[in-house]
T-cell receptor, first 116, second 114 residues
Framework: GAVVSQHPSRVICKSGTSVKIECRSL??????MFWYRQFPKKSLMLMAT?????????EQGVEKDKFLINHASLTLSTLTVTSAHPEDSSFYIC????????????FGPGTRLTVL | AQSVTQPDIHITVSEGASLELRCNYS??????LFWYVQSPGQGLQLLLKYFSGDTLVQGIKGFEAEFKRSQSSFNLRKPSVHWSDAAEYFC????????????FGQGTELSVKP
């Protein structure tokens, strides 16, 4: 149980285009989803927290107009990187929580974004 | 401020040797603590967690961790390391009064030599 998927696992795009990453909880309802960014050899940096049906809460320094997060259902959240630039290249990981078990988060496998 | 510190950025151990990865936390309330492992290009896999009760917790793959409140530590141990244990290890604390946000340590990269 508690499986989280991400799609795509890897994406390459041209500078200036937008890219959408999906995060799905496959066997539970995720009241809260989290989006992280991870640079090579670095820890995970929380970008934003989203609750189903509400606007996402962004961490300080994260541009909400650049990283659009939608949590339209209890099993799906999307992260759209708008007008991507090479510096947006990174590994993006989502996690999901059902609000039980001390808010334990279940992590997706990650998406590798490369912007040319 | 809440924080998690993993003092060792990189550790190398011989296969079959014992392992201890250090983790110290700073949190004003009772901490809920996790250890995750990440292989290159992969997501995070939960090794073990501590919420309450017995301070020595057992996890998957033969790992265990001990919560020591007096030392604000939650060190990860394994008695005999396998080559497949080579990976990045992250300690984390959940801020349950902030919507369940996780604060991660910097990570410790484990290398295993034959």
């Amino acid at each position: 149980g508690a499986v989280v998927s991400q799609h795509p696992s890897r994406v390459i795009c041209k500078s200036g285009t937008s890219v959408k990453i999906e995060c799905r909880s496959l066997d539970f309802q995720a009241t809260t989803m989290f989006w992280y960014r991870q640079f090579p050899k670095k820890s995970l940096m929380l970008m934003a927290t989203s609750n189903e049906g509400s606007k996402a809460t962004y961490e300080q320094g994260v541009e909400k107009d650049k990283f659009l997060i939608n949590h339209a259902s209890l099993t799906l959240s999307t992260l759209t990187v708008t007008s991507a630039h090479p510096e947006d290249s990174s590994f993006y990981i989502c996690s999901a929580s059902n609000g039980f078990s001390y808010n334990e988060q279940f992590f997706g496998p990650g998406t590798r974004l490369t912007v040319l | 401020a809440q924080s998690v510190t993993q003092p060792d950025i990189h550790i190398t151990v011989s296969e079959g040797a014992s392992l201890e990865l250090r983790c110290n936390y700073s949190y004003g309330a009772t901490p809920y603590l996790f250890w995750y492992v990440q292989s290159p290009g992969q997501g995070l896999q939960l090794l073990l967690k501590y919420f309450s009760g017995d301070t020595l917790v057992q996890g998957i793959k033969g790992f265990e961790a001990e919560f020591k409140r007096s030392q604000s530590s939650f060190n990860l141990r394994k008695p005999s390391v396998h080559w497949s244990d080579a990976a990045e290890y992250f300690c984390a604390v959940v801020l349950y009064n902030q919507g369940g946000k996780l604060i991660f340590g910097q990570g410790t990269e484990l290398s295993v030599k034959p």
